[in-house]
């Protein structure tokens, strides 16, 4: 069984300030892969992250960057620089052994001006 | 444009009344996958394939069923829907040979089963 935690169910952050969303993990499976997707109001899913089990490197995608420690089983997603775009739901996710998916229940971020 | 659809995108029912939401992708992709979106409980996987005429259970799968006889297809059938199954539903692809990568969304479709 894999379970997926998001324990941040809202944040703030200051536009053009960085920001962290938590995201721990659970699995049994030793190769696994963790993602975190986008969903502003309008309702689509972007992806926006990934991260391989046995990445030793932390992703990092433009001003998105997965902060993965393995020992903690966490893989929290920083945003840097803050845009009002970034408003949004965020979901962190975990593909096993059999490519099962669970996601987390999110966090809305909101931009402040 | 590669894209995955669904439709309809938006669906109301009656308790009893079969249907079926379609979902097609045009990237040649293996992976394909259904989630529903409710309030408070993120995305959950009802079922997914990897590959034509293999699918499986995912963590949510009572009172759906899907079949996956071409690669581009994917169609998610509720014979029987009740309420508790009004949800979004999404369904997703991902790139071929490389198991669950990135994922790539339909639009979803809300579905009202009254």
């Known amino acids: 069984a894999q379970k997926i935690t998001q324990t941040q169910p809202g944040m703030f952050v200051q536009e053009k300030e960085a920001v962290t969303l938590d995201c721990t993990y659970d699995?049994?499976?030793?190769?696994?892969?963790l993602f975190w997707y986008k969903q502003p109001s309008s309702g689509e899913m972007i992806f926006l992250i990934y991260q391989g089990s046995y990445d030793e490197q932390n992703a990092t995608e433009g001003r998105y960057s997965l902060n993965f420690q393995k020992a903690r089983k966490s893989a929290n997603l920083v945003i840097s620089a803050s845009q009002l775009g970034d408003s949004a739901m965020y979901f962190c996710?975990?593909?096993?052994?059999?490519?099962?998916?669970?996601f987390g229940t999110g966090t809305k971020l909101q931009v402040i001006p | 444009e590669a894209q995955v659809t669904q439709n309809p995108r938006y669906l109301i029912t009656v308790t009893g009344k079969k249907l079926t939401v379609t979902c097609s992708q045009n990237m040649n992709h293996e992976y394909m996958s259904w989630y529903r979106q409710d309030p408070g409980l993120g995305l959950r996987q009802i079922y997914y394939s990897m590959n034509v005429e293999v699918t499986d259970k995912g963590d949510v799968p009572e009172g759906y069923k899907v079949s996956r006889k071409e690669k581009r297809n994917f169609p998610l059938i509720l014979e029987s829907p009740s309420p508790n199954q009004t949800s979004l539903y999404f369904c997703a692809s991902s790139l071929p040979g490389q198991g669950v990568d990135e994922q790539y969304f339909g639009p979803g479709t809300r579905l009202t089963v009254t």
């Open positions: 996710a975990i593909s096993g052994g059999y490519q099962k998916v669970t």
């Open positions: 699995t049994s499976d030793q190769s696994y892969g």
